[in-house]
């Protein structure tokens, strides 16, 4: 068999190294595609009409007046009379029109009666909630009244982080075309190989009727794995239409409204301690809310997994509000806020550094000595020991310092995959898989692995995803596609080469055993000097193509990646006291990626990571109204996300040592982006000494906390 | 978007034969950043634009005797660059640059900027400019961190969205608004009005008006801006004051004090100005005008933190001031 194991760490020549994204130049000249700057010819434009009410029953739906507008091409109403809608934003019908203008002009032109009924769409009050909130049943370990009764300190807060949305910057949608027994399908997705199957399921078609296409994607952070009723639909109105293409795209307040969020969180925590700072006890009364099926679980205590007694009760509150989906480390963000920050109160009244408390209670965690190792890399990249003051002993002036950590850790297992690499006789060589690139280098990364395996440059490779004629690959979630795509890409590039060598080996007179590729050569193992170039090898393929296949089984590795990985995250913010504005002045990231298969776009993961962090701390929420039942902030105006100004300095530490090396490939996607709001709203309570409960730390919320520790 | 005629008049002659006596007639499309979007949303629907772009006349900044001529369809980035702006009126200057994105700034006029629509997120719902569908206020009762805390005793509870609007007013500016029947003066003061009914404006500026020219004098005045923003990027102020002072020494011989995005319209703060006068501006001084300024405050039921904010701009606005070359 074949040897598939990754180079040894010091003999590899583009992995781990600095590499730019292959589309890069395309994507920042606005040359690249996305599927929601596709116009096909003939292309027809659907618009969705959605439910004003939160809760309500559709009494009729009188498309007439919308059908006899001009250009106008077809109606499908798939929310009829006698639907009980249960979220405002909810599909009542979509339209098919010559135009983008027309087909929201026509939306609106249709009539629907609704009998509204009682709704709720806040779950900050858990006592507001009654019925609406269902309680998981108490969870115990050991025996958590004792521990507290002999605890020499016992820390309680509040704390909460409200609902998300994901806010694609390419909203949701496809272009689909229905032609005669196949499907033609964009879709923005990060599901190449997966969402055609979901399409034609919801059909009622052959999973092979539908053929997906897509080059780029405008992000997705896990909200866009499945085909929706907008795929469903705007494949209907294809079809209905005669074959035409039809493009859907949701508008940014539907986005907002109804394409996803991530689940709040809040809770009452309680820890205990012993006076050293060993955590003995651990109590956390906690609900959330991911929307009308209530959804977000959030696994505490978070990392800190072992406290030895424990007490938990959680609640999912139903709302009247659109559903979860998946959102960047699901459920950890919220976990790793209720309790990095309960630890940091802790720390707080023991008058003791939290990195201390952090490093001191590591033995509950199931990764001591590399979280250990990653608070102190972390500690010496901020410069923590020097800069760090106890809570609130922040200096005189209105502008307040303040430091702030959490640590995290996640999965990220690669995910089944399969990978065709061929090797043409001209010397061409081709990796294909039905993958994609969410922007997060997965095309570069695919390339590296070939390339770093053939001994050949980066632009000798050329990586065809996007399509779900390649090979099959995983959904990107979770972040499993490194992990998938580097292994299967491995196997199949490392087989090809075998059939390579077997074709030169004669020639060579040599056996393939003691044959390499190295600098573009084939050539003697230990003797450079016997060799042939690339190309010539290549030649020895005569006519025929080599092509060969590399499958990552998630279930059997072979040492190649693994999953689980520990991370630390520390902020520095500065406060505005007068002003209750808290500004980013740097954040430090230590993260834990086994294998390393690109620097730069792993720094970059590490940095979007960050800045999605910045933006929960400080400013992102939705807000909902009660009156209304609906989103208030359904744009990008008071949906606030940061800009450059606003996220400060970021400084990047891959932890590239040999025990994490050996461990093969690990993804880092989802790791980058839980800690750092916790960390930041450490920081803001050690500023100004006293804890803001519920994120964003808004201006008016850090006013109203300093005005109670004044009081 | 509803279905609209389009004109591409080059003079004002010709712009103002195009507009209409209602609102719904016609509409004047400027750098269309408000316009549009409120179309979009199917919130405003005229039945014709008028592209004003096109008219050189309306363009440019200029100093002459009177004093500086901007020009309505002047961009808010030619106003942050404009070294004439810079060094007399840096009120001005720092509330343009404040004006956030490069795009808006480049793409939105000044023009625009007055006129344009309050951000209210319950009128950007289309729930009406009083966000009082049956008479119940949804601001009142619902969600209203961003609202007004002053002149908000009536149904209008928005706020003023207009940057420039404070620190105009503070300079004493006057606008120029023309129709086919002639023009008139307005003073930025008189210009900025609270409505009490579903369908008036924010501005006294008629439907058949078209807003031309704006004039500074140039009064000697210390000046500035100061901006309570949460974010850098692509937001807007939580509170703003543009101050102006005329001294004789170090002695505050009059001021004027106007708030910005925390009333129905940019807020004139005369109990400031009066308890400036005659005094010298010491960190103390300004922190009393401060309170002076917001005493009338009645912040809404999610809001009291802005009278802190507002404070806050009215202080370090004074103290900028004081410090900025007379
Ligand atoms: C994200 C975001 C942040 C922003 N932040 C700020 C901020 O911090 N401070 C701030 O002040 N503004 C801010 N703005 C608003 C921006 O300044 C305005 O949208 C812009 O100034 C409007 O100018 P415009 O030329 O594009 O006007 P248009 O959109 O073309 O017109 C706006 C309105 O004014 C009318 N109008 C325009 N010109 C004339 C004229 N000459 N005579 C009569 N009527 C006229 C139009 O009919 C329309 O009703 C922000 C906007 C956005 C989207």
Redesign the pocket.
């Known amino acids: 068999m074949p040897e598939y194991s990754w180079p040894e760490q010091g003999k590899r020549r583009l992995m781990g190294t600095r590499i730019s994204r292959l589309d890069g130049g395309e994507k920042a000249s606005g040359r690249a595609k996305y599927t929601s700057d596709l116009n096909k010819p003939d292309m027809l434009f659907s618009a969705v009409l959605t439910s004003p009410h939160a809760h309500a029953k559709v009494v009729s739906v009188d498309t007439s007046a919308a059908k006899a507008m001009k250009g106008v091409t077809g109606i499908r109403v798939v929310s009829g009379p006698g639907t009980e809608i249960q979220w405002a934003g909810t599909e009542i019908a979509f339209v098919a029109a010559a135009s983008e203008e027309i087909a929201r002009d026509a939306a609106r032109a249709i009539k629907v009666q609704y009998d509204p009924m009682p709704h709720l769409v806040k779950e900050e009050n858990l006592a507001a909630a009654g019925v609406r909130a269902k309680a998981a049943g108490e969870a115990i370990t050991g025996d958590p009244d004792q521990a507290f009764k002999d605890a020499d300190v016992v820390s309680e807060g509040s704390y909460g982080i409200p609902v998300l949305t994901h806010c694609c910057l390419e909203p949701h949608g496809q272009v689909s075309q229905w032609a005669g027994d196949k499907i033609e399908m964009w879709p923005s997705t990060q599901n190449v190989s997966g969402i055609g199957g979901d399409l034609s399921k919801n059909l009622e078609l052959p999973a092979t009727g539908v053929h997906v296409h897509m080059d780029h994607v405008g992000g997705g952070f896990g909200s866009k794995f499945n085909s929706d009723r907008w795929g469903i639909e705007g494949t209907r109105l294809s079809k209905e239409s005669g074959g035409k293409p039809v493009k859907v795209f949701l508008d940014r307040a539907t986005e907002l409204t109804i394409a996803g969020v991530r689940p709040s969180a809040f809770g009452r925590i309680k820890v205990g301690a012993k006076r050293d700072g060993t955590i003995t006890a651990w109590q956390s009364e906690t609900w959330a809310s991911g929307g009308f099926g209530g959804g977000g679980s959030p696994p505490l205590p978070y990392v800190f997994t072992t406290i030895p007694n424990q007490r938990k009760n959680h609640s999912a509150v139903s709302l009247n509000a659109g559903g979860a989906r998946a959102w960047r480390a699901p459920n950890h963000q919220q976990a790793c806020y209720l309790t990095d920050c309960a630890i940091e109160d802790l720390a707080a009244k023991l008058r003791m550094d939290p990195l201390d408390v952090f490093m001191k209670n590591a033995d509950v965690t199931p990764r001591a000595d590399v979280y250990r190792l990653q608070l102190k890399q972390a500690a010496d990249l901020m410069d923590w020991k020097k800069k760090w003051h106890a809570r609130g002993d922040s200096g005189s002036g209105p502008i307040k310092k303040g430091l702030g950590l959490a640590i995290h850790t996640w999965g990220g297992g690669g995910h089944a995959s399969n990978a065709i690499t061929r090797i043409s006789p001209d010397g061409s060589v081709e990796i294909e898989l039905g993958s994609q690139d969410l922007g997060t280098g997965t095309r570069t990364a695919i390339a590296i692995v070939a390339a770093e395996t053939l001994g050949l440059p980066l632009n000798a490779v050329k990586v065809k995803i996007g399509d779900n004629a390649y090979p099959p690959s995983g959904g990107s979630g979770g972040s499993t596609t490194i992990g998938g795509v580097s292994v299967s890409t491995r196997k199949a590039t490392v087989n090809a080469l075998d059939k390579l060598l077997d074709a030169v080996a004669p020639s060579m007179g040599l056996p393939k055993e003691q044959l390499e590729a190295v600098d573009g050569k084939i050539q003697q193992k230990g003797n450079a000097a016997k060799n042939l170039t690339w190309k010539a090898a290549c030649a020895k393929l005569g006519a025929k193509t080599i092509s060969e296949t590399g499958v990552n089984d998630p279930k059997n590795p072979g040492g190649l990646m693994s999953a689980g990985v520990g991370g630390c995250q520390m902020a520095e913010v500065s406060v505005d006291t007068e002003t209750g504005i808290v500004k980013m002045v740097k954040s430090v990231a230590v993260q834990d990626v086994g294998t390393l298969v690109n620097l730069k776009t792993a720094e970059s993961q590490i940095f979007g990571g960050c800045i999605m962090g910045v933006c929960g701390a400080l400013m992102e929420e939705r807000i909902m109204d009660q009156q209304t039942g609906r989103v208030l902030n359904a744009d990008m105006?008071f949906y606030k996300l940061a800009g450059i100004g606003d996220i400060g300095e970021i400084v990047v530490k891959i932890n590239t040592e040999p025990q994490f090396d050996k461990r093969g490939v690990i993804g880092l996607g989802e790791p980058a982006s839980i800690g750092l709001l916790a960390a930041i709203c450490n920081a803001v309570a050690n500023a100004i000494g006293v804890r803001v409960p519920n994120a964003p730390m808004t201006p008016e919320r850090v006013l109203a906390a300093l005005e109670r520790r004044n009081a | 978007m509803q279905p609209f005629e389009y004109a591409n008049p080059t003079t004002v002659k010709e712009a103002v034969g195009l507009l209409g006596n209602k609102w719904d007639e016609a509409?004047?499309?400027?750098?269309?950043?408000?316009?549009?979007s409120l179309m979009k949303d199917y919130v405003y629907s005229p039945k014709r634009l008028v592209n004003?772009k096109n008219i050189k006349e309306l363009g440019g900044i200029r100093a002459d005797k009177a004093g500086l001529r901007i020009g309505?369809?002047a961009t808010?980035d030619e106003l942050a660059e404009s070294p004439l702006v810079a060094k007399n009126f840096p009120s001005l200057a720092q509330a343009a640059r404040?004006?956030?994105?490069p795009q808006?700034r480049n793409?939105?006029?000044v023009?625009?900027?007055l006129?344009?629509?309050p951000r209210c997120w319950y009128y950007r719902d289309g729930q009406g400019l009083l966000a009082s569908p049956g008479g119940r206020s949804l601001v009142t009762n619902g969600e209203n961190k961003y609202h007004a805390i002053l002149g908000n005793g009536g149904p209008a509870k928005f706020v003023s969205?207009?940057?420039?609007g404070p620190a105009l007013i503070a300079l004493g500016a006057t606008l120029t608004l023309q129709s086919s029947s002639g023009s008139r003066k307005v003073a930025a003061d008189k210009f900025f009005v609270t409505p009490s009914a579903e369908g008036s404006r924010e501005i006294a500026?008629l439907p058949n008006e078209?807003?031309t020219e704006i004039l500074v004098p140039m009064g000697g005045t210390k000046n500035a801006t100061y901006e309570v923003r949460q974010k850098e990027a692509?937001?807007?102020?939580l509170a703003t004051a543009s101050v102006a002072l005329k001294m004789s020494g170090s002695t505050v011989s009059s001021a004027r004090v106007v708030l910005g995005h925390v009333a129905p319209m940019p807020w004139a703060a005369t109990q400031a100005d009066q308890f400036l006068a005659g005094k010298s501006l010491t960190e103390a001084v300004a922190e009393d005008a401060a309170k002076a300024a917001l005493s009338n405050a009645t912040p809404l039921s999610q809001n009291a933190y802005k009278v802190q904010l507002a404070r806050v701009a009215v202080k370090r606005a004074l103290m900028a001031a004081a410090g900025a070359r007379g």
């Not at chain 2, 404040?98 to 994105?101: A, L, M």
């Open positions: 105006e | 509409a004047v499309l400027a750098g269309g950043t408000d316009l549009i004003i309505a369809a808010i404040g004006v956030t994105s808006i793409m939105g006029t023009g625009g900027d006129c344009q629509r969205a207009s940057s420039l500026l078209l807003l692509l937001d807007w102020p």
